[in-house]
């Protein structure tokens, strides 16, 4: 069987909701045994969320939560005590990686900030994710994705030119910022291994989401231009839209980028005559009556499907994609194909499918990597407790009655 790339690294994950848990979530598939420490006393929200419906509650009956803590092991263990505290400090002694996002100071109030940790285990790496940072004027300030990407600027430049600012789905910056954190921390540990030195990641999700939007941001510090709100028109590109297509809400996204585009465009809808209409001998003019020619392009999408219109579109060379929802996109060939979801049976929602890694890699066979179902709440206390920190099982039974594990 193939060595997985992260075998023999260990994650004490204090990670909750979204960002963290997904970073977390793929580094386990790639072979680092993760432990999320969580307790009933302070459940992990998500685990709320997603339940099934005509089910009763149950806190291991969260989808959401199952998608994203796939291939972890669960503690319980309650940092509001101080043998709990004890007991994660324990486990951290034996682990190479703290992830968490708390509040800022929620872990220096446990004993179990960076400053602390790093003084008893100097090559730790740990990473804290938190929306504006863990230091400066603004750092207290709370906030969940949709905060956080109005406070970056994404809602200003998101949304039509007569129409208010506009969200960019309530959570799409949890999963940019998971990305960004799996990255920074393999990063951190390739630095680790060439040098024996342990590092700090304070990860503001305000700064991830702000990288995402390079042109607004280039352009108002290189020219005072404030971009405001475009909808989907591009900078160059002509025609760049979403347009409607036959159907119930259904759309299609079309991009032309180059002339030789713009003619077999003209040559598919149908319409030779648009390359001598004045309006649209070139870039420029198109651009400058770009209204219009969305509004001709959508007579022709209209008496058609998205797939039509992708795959018409495509075998002449111009890039056309469908708008999906959410079960179109899972049952695209091509998705499929890509084997981009994860079945896992799970002992109390049963089989479901999972979005799991992006990559394909030539070295890594897929069946070689981890997916495990998501841990139940606790799962894993005794082999934790017991295997890895050495604890009698009195000594556990006396925690568990102090309430130091729960």
Same mark, same amino acid.
């Given at each position: 069987?193939?060595?997985?790339?992260?075998?023999?690294?260990?994650?004490?994950?204090?990670?909750?909701?979204?960002?963290?848990?997904?970073?977390?979530?793929?580094? &386990?598939?790639?072979?680092?045994?993760?432990?999320?420490?969580?307790?009933?006393?302070?459940?992990?929200?998500?685990?709320?969320?997603?339940?099934?419906?005509?089910?009763?509650?149950?806190?291991?009956?969260?989808?959401?939560?199952?998608?994203?803590?796939?291939?972890?092991?669960?503690?319980?263990?309650?940092?509001?005590?101080?043998?709990?505290?004890?007991?994660?400090?324990?486990?951290?002694?034996?682990?190479?990686?703290?992830?968490?996002?708390?509040?800022?100071?929620?872990?220096?109030?446990?004993?179990?900030?960076?400053?602390?940790?790093?003084?008893?285990?100097?090559?730790?790496?740990?990473?804290?994710?938190?929306?504006?940072?863990?230091?400066?004027?603004?750092?207290?300030?709370?906030?969940?994705?949709? !905060?956080?990407?109005?406070?970056?600027?994404?809602?200003?430049?998101?949304?039509?030119?007569?129409?208010?600012?506009?969200?960019?789905?309530?959570?799409?910056?949890?999963?940019?910022?998971?990305?960004?954190?799996?990255?920074?921390?393999?990063?951190?540990?390739?630095?680790?291994?060439?040098?024996?030195?342990?590092?700090?990641?304070?990860?503001?999700?305000?700064?991830?989401?702000?990288?995402?939007?390079?042109?607004?941001?280039?352009?108002?510090?290189?020219?005072?231009?404030?971009?405001?709100?475009?909808?989907?028109?591009?900078?160059?590109?002509?025609?760049?839209?979403?347009?409607?297509? &036959?159907?119930?809400?259904?759309?299609?996204?079309?991009?032309?980028?180059?002339?030789?585009?713009?003619?077999?465009?003209?040559?598919?809808?149908?319409?030779?005559?648009?390359?001598?209409?004045?309006?649209?001998?070139?870039?420029?003019?198109?651009?400058? !009556?770009?209204?219009?020619?969305?509004?001709?392009?959508?007579?022709?999408?209209?008496?058609?499907?998205?797939?039509?219109?992708?795959?018409?579109?495509?075998?002449?060379?111009?890039?056309?994609?469908?708008?999906?929802?959410?079960?179109?996109?899972?049952?695209?060939?091509?998705?499929?194909?890509?084997?981009?979801?994860?079945?896992?049976? !799970?002992?109390?929602?049963?089989?479901?499918?999972?979005?799991?890694?992006?990559?394909?890699?030539?070295?890594?066979?897929?069946?070689?990597?981890?997916?495990?179902?998501?841990?139940?709440?606790?799962?894993?206390?005794?082999?934790?407790?017991?295997?890895?920190?050495?604890?009698?099982?009195?000594?556990?039974?006396?925690?568990?009655?102090?309430?130091?594990?729960?």
């Amino acid at each position: 069987m193939s060595r997985l790339p992260l075998e023999g690294v260990r994650i004490a994950d204090f990670g909750w909701i979204l960002a963290v848990p997904q970073a977390t979530a793929w580094l &386990a598939v790639m072979g680092a045994e993760v432990i999320k420490i969580e307790s009933k006393q302070r459940l992990d929200l998500i685990r709320l969320l997603g339940q099934r419906s005509g089910h009763p509650l149950d806190i291991d009956g969260s989808c959401y939560f199952n998608s994203l803590n796939f291939g972890k092991k669960s503690v319980t263990l309650n940092l509001s005590h101080p043998k709990g505290v004890e007991l994660a400090k324990a486990l951290i002694l034996r682990s190479d990686i703290v992830t968490e996002n708390f509040t800022v100071g929620n872990m220096n109030k446990w004993g179990l900030g960076y400053e602390d940790l790093s003084k008893i285990k100097p090559d730790l790496i740990m990473l804290s994710g938190t929306p504006l940072g863990q230091f400066g004027s603004e750092s207290q300030c709370v906030g969940w994705g949709p !905060h956080t990407q109005a406070y970056a600027g994404m809602c200003h430049l998101t949304g039509y030119p007569d129409g208010p600012p506009s969200g960019l789905g309530g959570n799409w910056p949890d999963f940019m910022i998971g990305v960004v954190m799996s990255y920074a921390i393999m990063s951190a540990l390739h630095y680790r291994r060439r040098t024996g030195k342990g590092q700090y990641i304070d990860l503001a999700m305000a700064e991830v989401v702000m990288s995402m939007l390079p042109e607004g941001f280039a352009d108002y510090n290189m020219n005072g231009n404030d971009r405001g709100r475009r909808g989907n028109s591009d900078d160059v590109m002509v025609p760049h839209n979403v347009y409607r297509c &036959a159907g119930n809400d259904q759309w299609a996204a079309i991009a032309v980028n180059s002339e030789s585009e713009w003619q077999a465009l003209c040559q598919i809808v149908g319409h030779p005559e648009w390359l001598s209409d004045a309006r649209f001998h070139d870039r420029a003019s198109r651009k400058a !009556h770009e209204t219009a020619l969305d509004e001709l392009v959508a007579t022709w999408t209209s008496q058609r499907s998205p797939i039509e219109v992708m795959h018409t579109l495509q075998a002449a060379g111009v890039a056309a994609t469908p708008v999906y929802n959410t079960e179109a996109l899972c049952n695209d060939p091509q998705f499929q194909h890509r084997g981009y979801t994860v079945s896992l049976d !799970h002992p109390v929602t049963g089989t479901i499918p999972v979005a799991g890694i992006p990559g394909l890699y030539g070295a890594v066979p897929k069946e070689a990597l981890h997916y495990t179902s998501a841990p139940r709440l606790g799962q894993h206390n005794d082999e934790i407790l017991s295997g890895l920190l050495g604890l009698s099982s009195t000594e556990i039974a006396r925690l568990q009655e102090e309430q130091a594990i729960s």
